[in-house]
């Protein structure tokens, strides 16, 4: 086993994770913008031109969020000799398109049905209460574009990409070099799954919400695992993050259920294949501290500080790796098939 290897992957991804709001502090002193929180004005009588304005606002956040992220990543990848899109899962890995479209619909088939069919349940009879800002989406009007401008920026179109090139095609990528893609499957699910804050609000609806973001997050992480595509992944991302009216909730429930009775053997195969020799202490310690370093980011604010020396001590540790005789130059492994 490789300590030294598999302690500068860890440190890397969550410096990286925690050091990137740093980044996006000093970006926003650069451009002399005032950050907002787009959601104190979303309510559920906003006006279209409220909406147009917290949608621009919310854009700027997440693009600088995102941009503060792949500030780091993109020099440390460089200096890890990981080039190009395909460092990213930005191709097809050589796989069809047909392919990774349907891996991205029968994984939103398999992994988000329970997801819709806690929203569909908590929109019949109420089975408690979430964020204000998300209550006030589901009950506004959403017979106007500037609603749909909105959710594409915050949920549907621009977040899935972003997301999953940051949890997937970084973090789960980098974990997997040292650890496998087993520990960093279940790693970053945690990492991923409890970043939601909207969800860390103790009641029956966002307890199911929070089991249904982890089954989505091993979904997308398998079909990440198998393909080396971000494809899919976004594409189920995207259909999780659409917005439904009950109507097309029950609609996507009845569709995915069938769906799921045809494709769970061969699923279930993969899912078998990729965890076939996953280390179970392994898979359980990232679990733990993934869940704890996204819990413990929102609540101490000075852990940002301490991300800034994790991300130069996994510098340094990987400094030293290149200088050993004993590791080569890492290769992201392949997929099981």
């Not at 699923?267 to 501290?289: D, E, N, Y």
Request: aromatic share 10%; proline share 4%; hydrophobic share 55%.
């Amino acid at each position: 086993m490789n300590i030294r290897g598999r302690l500068a992957a860890l440190v890397e991804v969550l410096g990286v994770y925690l050091a990137g709001r740093l980044v996006t502090i000093q970006l926003t002193r650069l451009f002399h913008l005032t950050p907002v929180n787009p959601f104190a004005s979303l309510t559920v009588t906003a006006s279209n031109t409220t909406l147009v304005t917290i949608t621009g606002q919310l854009f700027v956040l997440l693009a600088l969020q995102y941009l503060g992220w792949l500030l780091l990543v993109l020099p440390i990848n460089y200096w890890h000799r990981r080039r190009g899109a395909a460092a990213y899962g930005f191709t097809r890995a050589g796989r069809s398109w047909r392919t990774l479209i349907v891996a991205g619909l029968v994984t939103a088939a398999l992994c988000l049905w329970p997801s819709v069919a806690v929203d569909l349940l908590n929109a019949l009879h109420p089975i408690g209460e979430t964020a204000a800002w998300r209550q006030a989406l589901f009950d506004m009007s959403w017979r106007r574009w500037q609603f749909w401008l909105l959710t594409a920026v915050m949920s549907w179109a621009f977040v899935p990409v972003v997301e999953e090139l940051f949890f997937r095609g970084y973090c789960q990528r980098r974990l997997a070099e040292d650890w496998g893609d087993a520990a960093a499957i279940v790693g970053v699910t945690c990492l991923f799954t409890f970043a939601h804050v909207q969800y860390l609000i103790f009641n029956p609806y966002n307890l199911a919400k929070i089991v249904s973001v982890l089954l989505l997050a091993v979904g997308s992480g398998v079909v990440f695992a198998r393909t080396r595509s971000l494809l899919p992944s976004i594409i189920s991302h995207a259909i999780g993050n659409l917005p439904m009216t009950s109507t097309w909730q029950g609609i996507f429930i009845a569709v995915s259920l069938a769906a799921t009775v045809v494709v769970l053997p061969r699923a279930l195969r993969s899912v078998r294949q990729t965890f076939a020799h996953a280390p179970i202490p392994a898979c359980a310690g990232l679990g733990i501290i993934g869940a704890g370093y996204a819990w413990a980011s929102g609540h101490l604010p000075h852990l940002v500080y301490v991300a800034v020396g994790m991300v130069l001590l996994a510098v340094a540790l990987e400094a030293l790796e290149r200088n050993s005789a004993v590791t080569a130059t890492k290769v992201y492994p392949d997929p099981v098939t």
